[in-house]
C-alpha cells in the first residue's frame, strides 16, 4: 500500500523557505558579490553587474563543500528556490514564490504559491504541491513513478485530511484514508469500481 509520508516532505518545503529567509540577513553583512556557496552553511549572495541587485544566494546546507540550495531573487523578493536534497549534485526540488500580500511587512516570508519534485531515478516530477496564500492545499503524487498519478492528498488550513490512492493502476482512486484533527486515520473507504463514491473498508480488508 501506499502510504502518505506529507511530513518529511513539507519539512523540506518549510526548510528551504527558512534558509532563503534567513539568509537576506546574511546579505546585509556581505560586501561583495559570491559565486559559490561559503561551505560553512551561510548562504553567498550573487549581483546583477549591471543593476548591483541581488539575484541569487547559493546555500551549502550540509557543509560539503558543494552548493546545494540556490534562491533566485529580485533584489530582497524571492522568486523560487532550487534544492539538492540528497546531495547527489541533481536539483530535485523547485519551489515557486509569490508577492508579498498587501499590508504585510516588508522582511516577511513571501508565500509559497506550487512546489515540484523528482523523486524516481530521474529527473522526471514525479509531485507536484499547490498552495493557496502559502499554505498547503493539495497534493498529486507519481508514487511507484510509473508515470501516471496514483495518489493525491487534500490538506484543510495546512493539515492533511485525506489521501486518495489507486493501488490497482487503473486511473483513478480506489482507497481513501480520512485523517482526524490529531494526524491519524480515522476511516479508511474504496471505491472498486471508480464511480467516485467511496464505502468503509470492512475492518479485515483494510489490513
Known amino acids: 500500500m501506499i502510504w502518505p509520508s506529507s511530513a518529511a516532505r513539507l519539512r523540506a518545503g518549510t526548510l528551504a523557505r527558512q534558509v532563503a529567509c534567513a539568509s537576506l540577513l546574511a546579505v546585509a553583512a ?37 552548493p546545494d540550495l540556490w534562491a533566485y531573487m529580485d533584489g530582497p523578493r524571492i522568486e523560487r528556490i532550487e534544492i539538492d ?41 514525479t509531485r507536484r504541491e499547490f498552495y493557496v496564500q502559502g499554505v498547503i492545499d493539495r497534493v ?29 493502476g ?5 482507497r481513501r484514508l480520512v485523517y482526524g484533527p490529531a494526524g491519524s486515520v480515522d476511516a479508511v473507504e474504496e471505491d472498486p469500481d471508480g464511480d467516485g463514491r467511496f464505502v468503509p473498508v470492512k475492518p479485515e480488508a483494510a489490513r
Open 30 to 66: 556581505c560586501g561583495g558579490a559570491g559565486s559559490d556557496a561559503s561551505g560553512d552553511g551561510r548562504p553567498a549572495p550573487i549581483y546583477d553587474p549591471k543593476t548591483g541587485r541581488l539575484k541569487e544566494l547559493v546555500s551549502d546546507r550540509n557543509q560539503d563543500g558543494k
Open 85 to 125: 536534497r540528497n546531495a547527489d549534485g541533481r536539483i530535485d526540488r523547485w519551489e515557486h514564490y509569490g508577492p508579498l500580500p498587501a499590508g504585510a511587512a516588508s522582511d516577511a516570508a513571501p508565500p509559497l504559491v506550487w512546489a515540484e519534485e523528482a523523486n524516481g531515478g530521474d529527473d522526471r516530477v
Open 140 to 168: 498529486e503524487e507519481d508514487a511507484d513513478t510509473d508515470g501516471r498519478v496514483d495518489k493525491w492528498e487534500q490538506y484543510t488550513g495546512g493539515a492533511l485530511a485525506r489521501v486518495d490512492l489507486d493501488l490497482q
Open 170 to 174: 487503473k486511473g483513478f482512486a480506489d
